[in-house]
């Protein structure tokens, strides 16, 4: 029984955090699984995978619609938790890897808060883990006809908003270290070089940090708030450290204790930076704090 948990959790994980967005209540539902997993009888389960995941799809559902409820109290913009990841993940087929990554991002998180929880249980089932719309269906509770046209309406939403030339793991790569040069710098032209025109700023510092209450639009105006930003840190002894955020390319800022105190993620498009997102709130740094 352990066993079979045990080789299931990483997919378990992977459906609840891309369901939530966040990786703390992802490992709560996962393990509330695994409890039900252990108390239901054993005649009463055909499949063993198709239990565990029927249970996490279903608790997040339900988690879904209280979060939304608490999301629109929230102080300030709300952004996902993040999470450190490999880019050598032992998925196998690079293009199934590039998959699962862009389906990680902070952008195309953001994005499926834009669904209903149904639509977002649907295509991340089909459209990243592959599932039937028979299996689909028995995990929802719904037909198979259902599902499709939740599955047609969630990808067509995701089609128009999402952008059709982002940039490549190495371009995103090459884009951040300049950046992070320029910042370094005090480069302000330099950064702005960087930039899209309408690039956006989200700081989610959870009432806990300091942190704009609102996104920051704007070349110059993104460039001189996070030269303003860095210097403080800089100031203040924070250090920088490049990491693979959420399946790209990003960076970390430690205080003199090595403790995270910032993530910064990034969306690049057409070779600019679109929009930055900047994680303060300390209840959401966890999972990247370096465990001894």
């Avoid at 490992?27 to 239990?51: G, K």
């Avoid at 994005?111 to 149904?118: D, Q, R």
Wanted: with cysteine; net charge negative.
């Amino acid at each position: 029984m352990i066993e079979t948990f045990e080789a299931l959790r990483p997919r378990l994980f992977g459906i609840a955090y891309r369901m939530l967005g966040s990786a703390s209540e992802a490992e709560d539902i996962v393990q509330e699984a695994f409890l039900r997993f252990q108390a239901a009888e054993r005649t009463s389960i055909r499949s063993e995978e198709a239990f565990l995941r029927t249970i996490v799809i279903r608790l997040c559902l339900d988690q879904l619609k209280s979060a939304q409820a608490r999301r629109e109290t929230y102080p300030g913009p709300w952004l996902p938790e993040p999470i450190l990841t490999e880019e050598s993940s032992g998925l196998g087929d690079p293009a199934e890897q590039a998959s699962r990554y862009d389906s990680l991002s902070m952008a195309f998180l953001l994005l499926l808060e834009s669904l209903s929880p149904e639509e977002r249980a649907v295509f991340l089932l089909r459209a990243v883990f592959d599932y039937e719309y028979a299996e689909i269906a028995s995990m929802l509770d719904k037909s198979e006809a259902t599902c499709r046209q939740l599955f047609s309406r969630a990808k067509k939403h995701i089609v128009e908003h999402r952008p059709r030339f982002e940039a490549s793991p190495e371009e995103h790569r090459q884009i951040v270290a300049r950046f992070v040069s320029a910042a370094q710098d005090g480069d302000l032209e330099g950064l702005m070089a960087l930039l899209a025109e309408g690039v956006t700023t989200h700081a989610d510092g959870g009432g806990k940090r300091r942190a704009a209450m609102r996104p920051v639009r704007g070349r110059e105006v993104v460039a001189r708030f996070i030269l303003r930003g860095l210097e403080l840190s800089l100031k203040h002894g924070e250090t920088f450290e490049r990491a693979v955020i959420n399946g790209r390319e990003g960076f970390i800022l430690r205080d003199g204790e090595h403790q995270v105190t910032e993530v910064l993620a990034f969306e690049i498009v057409d070779g600019l930076i679109q929009n930055l997102y900047i994680v303060l709130n300390p209840d959401k740094l966890t999972h990247v704090q370096v465990k001894d």
